[in-house]
């Protein structure tokens, strides 16, 4: 069992930055694949950003140039910088386990909350 805990959500103005940050712990002898996923009110869940055990790293295409994955491998932290940040980020944001070596087997954060708004 892997537990995650993300933190960094807030409220900022079109423009502005923040940085999430996505804690793991528990059972993290496999490999994973850690994601920033988004879900805006009344739509899909969706991926933003992932970063792979071997450091391979893809982006949602709206948040190319804006957005950064990076990880901290030694204390188990997954970060997602964010910058540049447009309403249409408004969502709440989850972190995401999925071990490379068991198809199917994934874990979640509960999620924080990233508002943009003038």
């Known amino acids: 069992q892997v537990h995650l805990v993300e933190s960094g959500g807030g409220s900022v103005q079109p423009g502005g930055s923040l940085t999430l940050s996505c804690a793991a712990s528990g059972s993290l002898s496999s490999l994973y694949t850690m994601g920033w996923y988004r879900r805006i009110p009344e739509k899909q869940l969706e991926l933003v950003a992932e970063i792979s055990s071997g450091g391979g790293i893809r982006y949602k295409e709206a948040v190319k140039g804006r957005f950064t994955i990076s990880q901290d491998k030694v204390n188990n932290i997954v970060f997602l910088h964010m910058n540049m940040l447009r309403p249409e980020d408004t969502a709440l944001y989850y972190c995401?386990?999925?071990?490379?070596?068991?198809?199917?087997?994934?874990?979640w954060g509960q999620g924080t909350q990233v508002t943009v708004s003038s």
């Open positions: 995401n386990a999925e071990d490379e070596n068991d198809a199917g087997t994934d874990f």
